[in-house]
Structures are given as C-alpha cells and as structure tokens.
C-alpha cells in the first residue's frame, strides 16, 4: 500500500496528498483568522480541489484501462 501512495500514477497518491492539505487547511482556519492565515488557507483549499480533480481524473483512467 505504502508504494501506491508514493506512485503519482495511482489515484491514491493523489488522494492521500489532498486529506493532509485538508487537515491543515482545518487547522488553520479553527485559530484566530489573519489575512496570512486566510490567504493560505484559500490558497491550499484551491490546491485540495486541484488535487481531487486529478484524482478523479487518474481514477476514471484506471476504470478505462480495466474496461479494455
């Protein structure tokens, strides 16, 4: 499983990368809210979608390949 993870070629990799974003984006935005704080916070929100996007992509790729 671990080397899944770490193959930016599997879903999972991509997945995993966007819940740790997803954390600390939570964590940021439970203390007192500075323009910093906010900024980063939308920024890493904008890459946790990013980050699922490519995942659905890479999944939808995996289901077609299956299907062949």
Known sequence: MLNKLWNPNHAEAWEALAVVLLVITVLLVIGPLTLE????????????????????????????????
């Open 37 to 68: 704080r906010q900024l980063f916070a939308a920024v890493l929100s904008v890459a946790v979608i990013a980050l699922l996007a490519v995942s659905v992509s890479k999944r939808l790729h995996e289901d077609e390949d299956k299907r062949r």
